[in-house]
């Protein structure tokens, strides 16, 4: 039917960490399925495997990215829905050719705010939106924002000064 | 999981025309964060053979209010009803609902039209095909209600009928006691339908060729004392397990109008009319909001495992009415 | 108090920080083989069936399908203690077991061929509850295990190997008593240490006999000593990648591994097998069942005059290792509660449910949550103040102990009493308890409560570990030890020890990937072993390291090799820095020196914590909330600061506190299902609900090794949930007995809803 190949998609553009990522649907070796998730083009497709899979359902934070600055799950977003998306990673942070990183990272080392480190980039990426787009948080609102991210070490006390120290240091 | 087709369509009547060419085998996507979790688990025999991304369709996430009430379009996220300044202000038993939902991360991606749509929850019903086959039920179409002889701690204390499974939608009770309807377009039209009338047993209203085009509040005329109150086991990320959403016009202490309504309590959402009679035209202290809150789940008729329940939504409606 | 050091007690970064925080960390599902397959299982719809027949045929022609393994086929590998645990049976025996196994060329693809497998099953009752397994009538799991009951004699610990405490006269000791406490409680809620990484292995055969696997583990050379022997002694090289958690539940996993090694022996290619979060829910390690049905007999003044009962341990459809679980929980037992007099006997169980595993606590954690309340209701008719009585009744350097193999160890470790004592300031105890069944305060319908519970364990010291380190010319220090990344940061800690001994900048200083074939024998990241046994061997390869250095300096400098010293790469003569010749100079260019170092077992230092807990009750919806958390203990030295203040509030982690509270895996008994394999129906807590935490952390040398220091990261979560019941008994009035507290259960205690109150 003509108007489905209208309103199909045949090649989606990603923006990702500021890289233009051109992609075409088919099942094609390297093909956007319709299927595949953005957790799984980053991950699969793009080799970004910075960002994690938890649950892939949606409830467990860890697969955290930002898409136009806001903080969303890339297990339950479907990458040919993404065209012309801006998507930030974890990779995205910093500037990784002069190993430079982005404060928030350095206050997570400084507070040792992670154990296992499996959360560690998806509350990165939550709590960069926080500092990004808000007056410097307190307590709760960083509580607020992270409320969505399971960890099972329990860092969450270390990653709130992490976060809070961050804030300080970017006013 | 599974792949299929997937449309992006730009307008109401492109949307509609393949929901109508596609016969049932095809899904509207909104959100996506409970569609993509029942097609990960393959719940259901059928899978779609497509997905229509209403996503794309501009227009349907305003929100905009006047003297004639609230519009707020399907595509709305559950982050910009939380935050947005005329619900707040006006009808904060949305936005209140609204920032109950989930996780931050959820509220930016879910949509309020596919909030209202959702599935149940019930775990029957949810159980991964993965683990050893998906289980049938009266929902699905075939075998019993697992849930009556089983684990039914989150399961329906009132109005279920051969399904037990409740109503998962924080923004249907919300809107509930709202009085409000959604319009719903069709290959025949568009219907205006109260959002009492939206929801049965086994879930709402909608055909398969049907989509939620827009959700209507009535205006509120007179400033009103609203509470929506959810209770979970934890904080955030439950599902409610009884929540209330009250609307109160009060005068010197003295209820004029009082809506109430239950969530997670049945398969659809309640209006605790009883309650409200108890309480219309009383000063609202202890006492009566205790004889208003015995009223709401007089008719409860619990399950072997969800009793409590009828307890925690007295405890909820009392709060409401208290707030 | 502590002595000051330049890196011991300091917090230093992790060496694999800047990895985690910049996303480059490689988790086992971030890597991948040239060539790789991916496999993937089918399930079983029943709790207990033959498997009559299985075609595979159709799922066999699917283009990309590279290998499918039934019953027929599978090789004849099996685990379990005793071994009776096959790769995959004609038996099934819990819903979600393992039917077929499938590798193809990508995920989705074998999950499409699984629904093209034809199975036809004969199915068999099912039982789920430990006291009806072994009636006579009960449906039998296995032909091998009569009564369901599974058998003590494989020697895990050698031939006397704990499996109940027997000591003394229990009648005696009863007669002896002036209160006694008795009945039977029952901690089986099967929770799910639930780490947020899914366990994951990618197995390549390298040669017909020759097999590598890259897995998300905790104790890495278990993929190569418990599998050897296992598997017809192939030759394997275990790595283990940065693991995503594993507290106990992945020390190895035997499921992935043996479904990986399979299906690539079997395809000819590298397998990776990662589970789903269902599956990690469904059918990986959960918490052992345990009920505890017995007497426990006390003097007015807190002596316990003796202790007897039965201990009835579930552990689902198999037995991985529940019998060291068993024989240290039982060790672990005598430790908190000194006493002459026990007789309690072990029935270890199968039932038709997902099987129990290794989890942090490790069986103690399962003992103690089932016989406190029993002891309680004693510490409760005697009026005894509880922190009192297990201050009493802790183990105190001198006394004995059977520990794990049955052999009696006279305690060498220390007295906590101060720690006990700091933790009771810290936290207000002795203004916050009211007595038994008293809320510490009331306010309208909120009531608060509070709780304690000790724990504790002397496998601090347990098992081998060997290590080298290796110093190199340019001042650099490689450090051998088999020593995975779970999240603990004892990696980077022995680093600091190394760079401590040697005094040289701890930025140079390396540890080798976590390869069985680069590294000498190490037992394994557990049991809080890894300050104690690993920094031990880790400590004396640096100091003979260290030692040999010197000798070969000692000529140069013209010195006895006991008047030199090291320090940034120099070597000097004792109070002439100055003058001291650099590494390089002593080694020479193209040379490096190695130390070697090794620990042998030591069970005679048990380690300790007290956990008190502070909570709310709303009696008008049942809700419990959290509100503080103090844990005291004693490590000698602290090591690494940051590090054991993530160990304790670990807490409220891995299935410990708040399997009291809502934590619990929910098995339909009509079906088998397990009712809630997600993490939305599974709760665990989030930032929202965080109590207020308090470490209280004393530091009085321990002789251990040089450092004085112990670990005790393995045993926080163990005395959280006998606390959280204490602190809601307090709370409602009323001796709650059931886990988890959950609302429906607090409304039926206060009488609130009909229904039956367990006490």
Redesign the interface.
């Known amino acids: ?1 003509n ?2 190949r209208d ?3 045949n090649t989606i553009n990603l923006i990702v960490n500021g890289e233009n990522t051109p992609l075409i649907v088919g099942d094609q070796v390297s093909g956007l ?3 595949h ?1 953005l957790a799984y083009t980053l991950r699969e497709t793009l080799g970004l495997t910075g960002t994690k899979v938890g649950c ?4 467990c ?1 860890s697969c ?1 990215v930002l898409v136009d600055g ?4 890339s297990c ?3 990458t ?2 993404c065209d012309e998306r801006r998507i930030t990673t974890i990779e995205g942070l910093g500037e990784p050719e002069i190993g430079q990183l982005d404060p928030l990272q350095q206050a997570f080392i400084d507070h040792a705010a992670f154990q296992c480190g499996f959360c560690t980039p998806g509350m990165i990426l ?1 709590s960069k939106a926080l500092l990004d787009n808000n007056p410097p948080p307190r307590e709760k609102q960083v509580k ?2 992270l ?2 991210h399971f960890c099972r070490c329990i860092s969450h006390y270390h990653v709130v000064d992490a976060v809070l120290k961050a804030a300080k240091r970017e006013e | ?10 307008s109401v009547e ?1 949307a509609l ?2 929901l109508g ?1 596609y016969q049932g085998r095809a899904k509207l ?1 909104a959100g ?2 409970d569609l ?2 029942s097609l ?2 393959h719940i259901l025999p059928d899978y779609p053979e497509a ?1 229509i ?1 209403i ?2 369709i501009p227009g349907l996430d305003n929100i905009q209010g006047n003297g004639e009430g609230l519009r707020i379009g399907p595509s709305a996220k559950l982050a910009e009803i939380a935050q947005s300044p005329v619900i707040r202000n006006t009808y904060p038993v949305l936005s209140e609902a609204a920032e109950c939902v ?5 509220r ?2 879910a949509t309020l039209g596919g909030n209202l749509c959702q599935d149940t ?1 019930c ?2 019903y ?3 095909h ?4 998906r ?1 049938l039920c009266y929902r699905k179409g075939r075998g019993p209600c ?1 849930a009556v ?3 039914n ?1 989150y399961h329906a204390i009132m109005g279920g009928k051969a399904c037990f499974a409740v109503c998962p939608s924080d923004m249907a009770i919300a809107l509930t006691a709202l009085d409000a309807s959604l319009k719903i377009a069709g290959p025949k039209g568009e219907r205006l339908v109260q959002i009492k009338d939206c929801y049965h047993v086994l879930g709402s209203v909608l055909q398969p060729d049907e989509f939620v085009t827009e959700i209507h509040v009535p205006h509120l005329p007179k400033r009103t004392k609203q509470a929506f109150i959810k ?1 979970t ?7 409610a ?1 009884a929540s209330v959403a009250s609307v109160i016009l009060e005068e010197k202490g003295v209820c004029k109008d009082a809506r109430l309504a239950l969530g997670a309590v049945a398969p659809t959402p309640v209006r605790a009319t009883d309650a409200e009679a108890a309480i219309n035209g009383k000063a609202i202290d202890a006492n009566a909001a205790e004889r208003a809150a015995a009223a709401a789940v007089a008719g409860a008729k619990p399950m072997s ?4 329940k ?3 939504t ?3 409606v ?1 709060r409401a009415l208290l707030s | 108090m502590s002595q000051e050091y330049r890196y011991i007690g300091k917090p230093t970064p992790r060496k694999d920080a800047v990895q985690i925080v910049t996303g480059r960390a490689k988790y086992i599902d971030d890597m991948e083989m040239p060539r790789m397959l991916y496999g993937k299982v089918l ?4 709790p207990h069936a033959h498997i009559t027949s299985i075609d595979t045929s159709k799922a066999e022609a699917i283009p990309g399908i590279k290998a499918v393994l039934t019953h027929k086929n599978a090789p004849n590998w099996t685990t379990g203690t005793p071994r009776h645990v096959r790769v995959l049976d004609s038996r099934v025996r819990f ?2 077991d393992a039917v077929a196994l499938v590798a193809a060329i990508s995920r ?1 693809l074998a ?2 061929a ?1 629904d093209h497998i034809h199975v036809e099953y004969e199915q068999l009752p099912a039982v789920y509850d430990v006291e009806e397994a072994i009636r006579p009538d009960a449906p039998q799991l296995y032909e091998a295990f009569p009564g369901n009951l599974i058998p003590f004699d494989v020697p895990l610990f050698g031939p006397k190997t704990l499996r109940g405490v027997v000591l003394g006269d229990v009648e005696e000791g009863f007669e002896e008593a002036d209160f006694i406490g008795e009945g039977t409680y029952a901690y089986e809620n099967i929770p799910n240490p639930l780490p947020i990484e899914p366990p994951g292995v990618i197995a390549e055969w390298t040669e017909s006999n020759k097999l590598t696997v890259w897995s998300a583990t905790q104790s890495v050379t278990w993929h190569r000593h418990m599998m050897i022997p296992r598997m017809g002694f192939p030759d394997i090289r275990a790595i283990g990648t940065q693991c995503g958690g594993s507290f106990g539940s992945k020390n190895y996993s035997g499921q992935p591994f043996l479904y990986a090694a399979a299906l690539a022996k079997t395809a000819g290619r590298p397998v990776k097998v990662c589970f ?1 979060k ?2 990690h829910f ?2 990986f390690a959960l918490r052992l069942g345990s009920r505890f049905r017995g007497k426990v007999g006390i003097k007015k003044d807190g002596t316990i005059t003796a202790v007897s009962g039965e201990w009835f341990v579930n552990t689902g459809a198999f037995s991985d290792m529940a019998q060291a679980q068993i024989a240290v929980g039982c060790g672990e037992a005598q430790l908190m509660l000194r006493c002459s007099n026990w007789d309690v006997k072990t029935k270890l169980v199968c039932t038709n449910r997902n099987p129990s595993g290794i989890v942090r606590g490790f069986g103690g954690q399962e003992l103690e949550s089932a016989l406190f309340p029993i002891l309680e209701t004693a510490m409760a008719k005697a009026a005894l103040d509880p922190v009192e009585f297990y201050k009493k009744n802790y183990v105190k350097p001198g006394d004995g102990y059977y520990w794990r193999d049955g052999e009696w160890y006279v305690c060498r470790g220390r007295d906590y009493s101060d720690a006990i004592d700091k933790g009771v300031e810290a936290f207000g105890w002795k203004r916050k308890w009211k007595g038994w069944f008293k809320p510490t305060a009331v306010k309208d319908t909120k009531r608060i409560g509070v709780g304690v519970g000790v724990h504790g364990n002397a496998d601090v010291g347990e098992d081998v570990s060997e290590a080298y380190v290796r110093l190199n010319p340019d001042n650099s220090v490689t450090i051998h030890a088999c020593v995975a990344e779970p999240g603990v940061g004892q990696r980077s800690s022995l680093c600091k020890m190394v760079a401590e001994v040697l005094q040289i900048p701890i930025e140079g200083v390396t540890i080798a990937p976590a390869d069985s074939l680069i590294n000498p024998f190490d037992f394994g990241l557990l049991g809080s072993r890894g300050t104690f046994a690993m920094g031990s061997a880790v400590i004396s390869a640096a100091e003979d390291a260290r030692n040999t250095l010197l000798e070969q300096a000692a000529p140069m400098l013209k010195a006895a090799p006991e008047d030199l010293e090291t320090e940034d790469g120099m070597v000097y003569v004792k109070g002439r820095p100055d003058a001291g010749i650099p590494w390089r100079k002593v080694l020479g260019l193209m040379r490096t020196i190695t130390g070697f170092g090794r620990f042998d077992p030591d069970y005679s230092v048990p380690n300790f914590l007290i956990l008190f807990t502070e909570l709310q009750v ?1 009696t ?4 419990v909330d959290l509100l503080r958390v103090v844990i005291a203990t004693d490590v000698g030295q602290i090591i690494d600061p940051p590090s054991i203040e993530g160990q304790l509030h670990g807490a409220l982690g891995a299935a410990g506190i708040d399997t009291a509270i ?1 934590e619990e895996t ?1 098995l ?1 008994e ?2 088998g ?6 993490m ?2 599974y ?4 930032f ?2 965080l109590p207020q935490f308090h470490n209280v952390i004393l530091e009085t040398p321990i002789e251990t090794h040089r450092y004085k220091a112990v670990g005790v990261g393995e045993i926080s979560t163990a005395p959280g949930p006998s606390a959280i019941l204490m602190a809601v008994s307090n709370a409602v009035g009323k001796k709650m007995g059931d886990y988890p507290l ?3 259960k607090v ?2 205690a206060l009488g ?4 039956d109150h367990k006490t």
Do not use: C, Q
């Not at chain 2, 086991?233 to 599902?239: E, L, T």
């Not at chain 3, 299902?673 to 997600?678: D, F, G, K, R, V």
């Open positions: 039917m108007k489905e309103i199909e998609s399925l319709p299927s998730t892939d359902h949606g409830a934070g955290t806001k903080p969303i799950l339950m977003t479907l040919i829905e939550a607020e924002a409320s969505g | 999981m599974k792949t299929f087709k997937h449309f992006n369509p730009t492109e025309s393949l060419d996507i996506g964060t993509l979790g990960k688990d997905l991304n996503k794309a989930a996780t931050p991360e959820i930016n991606m929850r775990w029957y949810r159980y991964p993965e683990m050893g086959g289980i697992h002889k089983g684990d701690r209770f086991i934890r904080k955030p990320v439950d599902f397990i495992k969800n009793a409590y009828i307890e925690i007295k405890a909820l009392k | 399930r079983s719809p029943y819903v979600g989705e999950a499409e699984l789903t269902e599956e469904g059918a709303d008008e919806t049942g809700k809502f929910i339909d009509a079906s299902h397990i009712l809630n394999l997600n939305m129906d709760k665990w807590r989030t929202l609900e959950t609302p429906d409304l039926t609130k809803i009909p229904g």
